[in-house]
Protein backbone atom coordinates (compact mmCIF):
# COMPACT_ATOMS: atom_id res chain seq x y z
CA UNK A 1 0.00 0.00 0.00
CA UNK A 2 2.94 2.21 1.01
CA UNK A 3 4.64 1.81 -2.48
CA UNK A 4 1.69 2.41 -4.46
CA UNK A 5 0.87 5.83 -2.73
CA UNK A 6 4.38 6.76 -3.90
CA UNK A 7 3.98 5.60 -6.89
CA UNK A 8 0.91 7.79 -6.97
CA UNK A 9 2.74 11.06 -5.73
CA UNK A 10 5.16 10.82 -8.22
CA UNK A 11 3.37 10.44 -10.60
CA UNK A 12 1.25 13.61 -10.31
CA UNK A 13 4.27 15.40 -9.45
CA UNK A 14 5.45 14.54 -12.90
CA UNK A 15 2.08 15.36 -14.42
CA UNK A 16 2.42 18.65 -12.79
CA UNK A 17 3.41 22.19 -14.94
CA UNK A 18 6.69 22.65 -14.08
CA UNK A 19 8.24 26.53 -13.23
CA UNK A 20 10.27 28.17 -16.18
CA UNK A 21 14.00 27.63 -15.92
CA UNK A 22 15.51 30.76 -13.64
CA UNK A 23 18.12 32.77 -16.25
CA UNK A 24 20.50 34.52 -14.78
CA UNK A 25 22.60 37.07 -16.49
CA UNK A 26 25.70 39.57 -15.50
CA UNK A 27 24.85 38.61 -11.73
CA UNK A 28 21.38 39.37 -11.77
CA UNK A 29 17.80 37.14 -11.98
CA UNK A 30 15.77 37.44 -14.86
CA UNK A 31 11.95 36.95 -14.45
CA UNK A 32 11.04 34.56 -17.01
CA UNK A 33 10.07 36.44 -20.19
CA UNK A 34 12.23 39.06 -19.41
CA UNK A 35 14.00 40.48 -22.42
CA UNK A 36 11.16 39.93 -24.79
CA UNK A 37 10.62 42.42 -27.55
CA UNK A 38 7.78 44.90 -26.57
CA UNK A 39 5.17 46.05 -29.22
CA UNK A 40 4.43 50.02 -29.37
CA UNK A 41 0.42 50.44 -28.62
CA UNK A 42 -1.95 53.19 -30.31
CA UNK A 43 -1.27 56.04 -28.33
CA UNK A 44 3.11 55.50 -29.10
CA UNK A 45 1.93 55.34 -32.52
CA UNK A 46 -0.05 58.64 -32.25
CA UNK A 47 2.50 60.35 -30.06
CA UNK A 48 5.57 59.83 -32.41
CA UNK A 49 3.37 60.81 -35.76
CA UNK A 50 2.31 63.85 -34.06
CA UNK A 51 6.34 64.71 -33.32
CA UNK A 52 7.04 63.70 -36.77
CA UNK A 53 4.51 66.07 -38.16
CA UNK A 54 5.59 68.63 -35.98
CA UNK A 55 9.55 68.71 -36.80
CA UNK A 56 8.84 68.59 -40.70
CA UNK A 57 6.65 71.16 -40.63
CA UNK A 58 9.06 74.12 -40.63
CA UNK A 59 10.69 72.23 -43.80
CA UNK A 60 7.00 71.97 -45.51
CA UNK A 61 6.30 75.63 -44.64
CA UNK A 62 9.73 76.57 -46.29
CA UNK A 63 8.86 74.50 -49.50
CA UNK A 64 5.22 76.17 -49.26
CA UNK A 65 6.10 79.62 -49.27
CA UNK A 66 9.31 79.14 -52.03
CA UNK A 67 6.73 77.78 -54.03
CA UNK A 68 4.76 81.15 -54.16
CA UNK A 69 4.94 84.96 -54.76
CA UNK A 70 5.63 87.41 -52.30
CA UNK A 71 1.92 88.91 -52.22
CA UNK A 72 0.76 84.82 -51.23
CA UNK A 73 3.00 84.90 -48.80
CA UNK A 74 2.03 87.85 -46.93
CA UNK A 75 -1.47 87.18 -46.86
CA UNK A 76 -3.57 86.05 -43.69
CA UNK A 77 -4.43 83.07 -43.68
CA UNK A 78 -1.22 82.61 -45.07
CA UNK A 79 -1.22 79.19 -47.96
CA UNK A 80 -0.61 75.72 -46.79
CA UNK A 81 -0.62 74.30 -50.34
CA UNK A 82 2.39 74.16 -52.44
CA UNK A 83 2.48 76.86 -55.29
CA UNK A 84 3.55 76.90 -59.13
CA UNK A 85 6.77 78.87 -58.79
CA UNK A 86 9.19 76.96 -57.22
CA UNK A 87 11.39 76.66 -59.79
CA UNK A 88 11.74 80.21 -60.74
CA UNK A 89 12.04 81.00 -56.69
CA UNK A 90 15.20 78.72 -56.96
CA UNK A 91 16.73 79.96 -59.97
CA UNK A 92 16.59 83.60 -59.07
CA UNK A 93 18.00 82.73 -55.26
CA UNK A 94 21.00 80.89 -56.72
CA UNK A 95 21.85 83.50 -59.48
CA UNK A 96 21.23 86.52 -56.87
CA UNK A 97 23.30 84.69 -53.73
CA UNK A 98 25.78 83.31 -55.90
CA UNK A 99 24.50 80.16 -54.14
CA UNK A 100 26.96 77.83 -56.15
CA UNK A 101 30.29 79.25 -54.88
CA UNK A 102 28.87 79.31 -51.54
CA UNK A 103 27.68 75.81 -51.61
CA UNK A 104 31.23 74.61 -52.94
CA UNK A 105 32.79 77.25 -49.89
CA UNK A 106 30.03 75.34 -47.23
CA UNK A 107 31.22 72.39 -48.20
CA UNK A 108 34.89 72.42 -47.83
CA UNK A 109 34.26 74.57 -44.66
CA UNK A 110 32.17 72.08 -42.85
CA UNK A 111 34.03 69.17 -44.56
CA UNK A 112 37.46 70.07 -43.14
CA UNK A 113 36.18 71.22 -39.62
CA UNK A 114 34.52 68.15 -39.02
CA UNK A 115 36.96 65.80 -40.32
CA UNK A 116 39.44 67.69 -38.32
CA UNK A 117 37.88 68.25 -35.06
CA UNK A 118 36.46 63.68 -35.08
CA UNK A 119 40.24 63.03 -35.37
CA UNK A 120 41.85 65.72 -33.02
CA UNK A 121 38.74 64.95 -30.73
CA UNK A 122 38.58 61.19 -30.96
CA UNK A 123 43.06 61.87 -30.15
CA UNK A 124 42.46 63.70 -26.77
CA UNK A 125 39.59 61.77 -25.83
CA UNK A 126 42.01 58.53 -25.90
CA UNK A 127 44.45 60.33 -24.04
CA UNK A 128 42.41 61.97 -21.21
CA UNK A 129 40.66 58.41 -20.78
CA UNK A 130 42.83 56.07 -20.74
CA UNK A 131 46.57 57.55 -20.39
CA UNK A 132 48.25 58.85 -17.59
CA UNK A 133 50.42 61.82 -17.59
CA UNK A 134 51.11 64.61 -14.82
CA UNK A 135 48.24 66.67 -15.36
CA UNK A 136 45.74 65.52 -16.95
CA UNK A 137 42.96 66.32 -14.54
CA UNK A 138 43.88 70.18 -14.53
CA UNK A 139 44.26 70.02 -18.58
CA UNK A 140 40.77 68.40 -18.50
CA UNK A 141 39.32 70.98 -16.93
CA UNK A 142 40.88 73.43 -18.68
CA UNK A 143 39.48 72.39 -22.03
CA UNK A 144 35.67 71.93 -20.41
CA UNK A 145 36.45 75.23 -18.82
CA UNK A 146 36.36 76.65 -22.43
CA UNK A 147 33.18 75.81 -23.16
CA UNK A 148 32.28 78.39 -20.34
CA UNK A 149 33.60 81.43 -22.63
CA UNK A 150 31.07 83.36 -24.68
CA UNK A 151 32.74 82.96 -28.73
CA UNK A 152 32.09 86.93 -28.96
CA UNK A 153 34.42 87.54 -26.31
CA UNK A 154 37.43 86.26 -29.03
CA UNK A 155 35.97 88.04 -31.89
CA UNK A 156 38.78 90.94 -32.19
CA UNK A 157 41.29 89.13 -31.00
CA UNK A 158 40.87 85.95 -33.64
CA UNK A 159 40.27 88.80 -36.46
CA UNK A 160 43.54 90.19 -35.61
CA UNK A 161 45.09 87.08 -35.62
CA UNK A 162 43.60 85.85 -39.17
CA UNK A 163 45.25 89.56 -40.41
CA UNK A 164 48.39 89.34 -38.98
CA UNK A 165 48.54 85.83 -40.80
CA UNK A 166 47.15 86.82 -43.94
CA UNK A 167 44.58 84.40 -43.75
CA UNK A 168 41.85 87.83 -43.96
CA UNK A 169 38.88 87.45 -46.45
CA UNK A 170 39.65 83.33 -47.07
CA UNK A 171 38.68 80.01 -46.30
CA UNK A 172 41.26 79.15 -43.58
CA UNK A 173 40.19 82.23 -41.34
CA UNK A 174 36.70 79.85 -41.30
CA UNK A 175 38.70 77.27 -40.63
CA UNK A 176 41.52 77.51 -38.74
CA UNK A 177 39.53 78.24 -35.09
CA UNK A 178 37.58 75.54 -35.37
CA UNK A 179 39.63 72.97 -35.68
CA UNK A 180 38.90 70.62 -32.37
CA UNK A 181 36.34 71.47 -29.98
CA UNK A 182 35.91 70.88 -25.94
CA UNK A 183 32.70 69.16 -26.67
CA UNK A 184 34.31 67.07 -28.95
CA UNK A 185 36.99 66.16 -26.59
CA UNK A 186 34.31 65.73 -23.94
CA UNK A 187 32.06 63.73 -25.59
CA UNK A 188 34.82 61.25 -26.82
CA UNK A 189 36.51 61.15 -23.61
CA UNK A 190 33.30 59.80 -21.96
CA UNK A 191 32.73 57.14 -24.48
CA UNK A 192 36.36 55.69 -24.49
CA UNK A 193 36.36 56.04 -20.89
CA UNK A 194 33.46 53.55 -20.83
CA UNK A 195 33.55 51.40 -23.85
CA UNK A 196 37.53 50.98 -24.51
CA UNK A 197 38.78 48.05 -22.02
CA UNK A 198 41.73 48.56 -20.37
CA UNK A 199 42.75 45.25 -21.22
CA UNK A 200 43.01 45.68 -24.81
CA UNK A 201 45.51 48.75 -24.59
CA UNK A 202 47.48 46.43 -21.95
CA UNK A 203 47.26 43.60 -24.49
CA UNK A 204 48.67 45.86 -27.25
CA UNK A 205 51.38 47.49 -25.06
CA UNK A 206 52.67 43.36 -24.33
CA UNK A 207 52.55 43.21 -28.25
CA UNK A 208 55.14 46.22 -28.28
CA UNK A 209 52.43 48.81 -29.71
CA UNK A 210 53.05 52.43 -29.31
CA UNK A 211 50.38 54.80 -28.18
CA UNK A 212 49.61 55.94 -31.29
CA UNK A 213 49.34 52.46 -33.46
CA UNK A 214 47.41 51.22 -30.24
CA UNK A 215 45.15 54.43 -31.24
CA UNK A 216 44.98 54.09 -34.93
CA UNK A 217 44.33 49.43 -34.37
CA UNK A 218 42.28 49.81 -31.33
CA UNK A 219 40.97 52.88 -30.46
CA UNK A 220 39.79 53.79 -33.90
CA UNK A 221 37.43 50.85 -34.65
CA UNK A 222 35.96 51.01 -31.23
CA UNK A 223 35.17 54.71 -31.54
CA UNK A 224 33.41 54.52 -35.08
CA UNK A 225 29.98 55.10 -33.50
CA UNK A 226 30.51 58.09 -31.79
CA UNK A 227 33.06 59.15 -34.56
CA UNK A 228 30.08 59.06 -36.80
CA UNK A 229 27.69 60.95 -34.55
CA UNK A 230 30.01 63.78 -34.12
CA UNK A 231 31.08 64.03 -37.19
CA UNK A 232 27.31 64.79 -38.54
CA UNK A 233 26.86 67.23 -35.64
CA UNK A 234 30.09 69.21 -36.50
CA UNK A 235 29.06 69.19 -40.14
CA UNK A 236 25.63 70.64 -39.20
CA UNK A 237 27.03 72.91 -37.19
CA UNK A 238 30.19 73.89 -39.54
CA UNK A 239 27.43 74.65 -42.61
CA UNK A 240 24.82 76.67 -40.57
CA UNK A 241 27.78 79.10 -38.57
CA UNK A 242 26.71 82.56 -39.52
CA UNK A 243 28.26 84.61 -37.07
CA UNK A 244 32.40 84.29 -37.47
CA UNK A 245 31.69 83.65 -41.43
CA UNK A 246 29.69 86.91 -41.63
CA UNK A 247 33.16 88.71 -40.35
CA UNK A 248 35.95 86.99 -41.67
CA UNK A 249 34.55 86.64 -45.23
CA UNK A 250 33.26 88.96 -47.59
CA UNK A 251 30.44 88.56 -50.27
CA UNK A 252 32.63 87.79 -52.90
CA UNK A 253 33.78 84.31 -51.64
CA UNK A 254 30.77 83.84 -49.21
CA UNK A 255 29.52 80.41 -47.19
CA UNK A 256 25.72 79.70 -48.02
CA UNK A 257 24.43 81.43 -44.69
CA UNK A 258 26.55 84.93 -45.51
CA UNK A 259 25.08 83.93 -49.27
CA UNK A 260 21.82 84.02 -47.70
CA UNK A 261 22.05 87.66 -46.79
CA UNK A 262 22.36 88.81 -50.15
CA UNK A 263 18.79 87.73 -50.83
CA UNK A 264 17.77 90.70 -48.26
CA UNK A 265 19.59 93.55 -48.82
CA UNK A 266 17.04 95.01 -51.15
CA UNK A 267 14.79 97.62 -50.10
CA UNK A 268 11.73 95.31 -50.58
CA UNK A 269 12.52 92.36 -49.22
CA UNK A 270 10.65 88.98 -51.46
CA UNK A 271 9.95 86.76 -48.81
CA UNK A 272 9.31 83.47 -51.30
CA UNK A 273 12.74 83.78 -53.11
CA UNK A 274 14.57 84.18 -49.25
CA UNK A 275 12.65 80.67 -48.51
CA UNK A 276 14.13 79.28 -51.71
CA UNK A 277 17.35 80.26 -50.80
CA UNK A 278 16.58 79.19 -47.31
CA UNK A 279 15.64 75.96 -49.33
CA UNK A 280 18.76 75.81 -51.41
CA UNK A 281 21.16 75.71 -48.24
CA UNK A 282 18.90 73.20 -46.49
CA UNK A 283 18.67 70.52 -49.84
CA UNK A 284 22.73 68.99 -48.92
CA UNK A 285 21.89 68.53 -45.47
CA UNK A 286 18.87 66.23 -46.20
CA UNK A 287 20.96 64.83 -48.71
CA UNK A 288 23.67 63.81 -46.59
CA UNK A 289 21.14 62.32 -44.04
CA UNK A 290 19.51 60.16 -46.36
CA UNK A 291 22.58 58.92 -47.92
CA UNK A 292 24.15 58.14 -44.04
CA UNK A 293 21.20 58.27 -41.88
CA UNK A 294 21.08 54.59 -41.69
CA UNK A 295 25.13 53.84 -40.91
CA UNK A 296 24.97 56.70 -37.80
CA UNK A 297 21.50 55.36 -36.50
CA UNK A 298 23.27 51.82 -36.60
CA UNK A 299 26.68 53.07 -34.97
CA UNK A 300 24.64 54.33 -32.83
CA UNK A 301 22.31 51.46 -31.40
CA UNK A 302 25.61 49.55 -31.87
CA UNK A 303 27.75 52.36 -29.32
CA UNK A 304 24.08 51.37 -27.05
CA UNK A 305 24.79 47.57 -27.05
CA UNK A 306 28.55 47.89 -26.97
CA UNK A 307 30.31 46.46 -23.68
Not at 26 to 51: C, D, K, M, S
Not at 284 to 300: D, E, N, T, W, Y
Request: charged share 10%; no cysteine; proline share 8%.
Amino acid sequence: MTTDIAQVRADARDRAPHPPPVQRRFGRVLRPGAGRQHHAGPLAYLLLGFAALVSLFPLYWTMVAASTDNTRVSQTPPPFLPGPNLFTNLGTAWQDAAMGRAMVNSLIVAGVIALATVFFATLAGFAFAKLRFRGRNLLLMLVIGTMLVPPQLGVVPLFMMMADLGWGQSLPSVIFPTLVSAVGVFFMRQYLKEALPDELIEAGRLDGAHSLRIFWSIVLPIARPPMAVLFMITFVHAWNDFFWPFIALDMTNPTVPVALTQLSAGYVRDQSVIMAGALLGTLPLLAMFLVFGRQIVGGIMQGAVKG
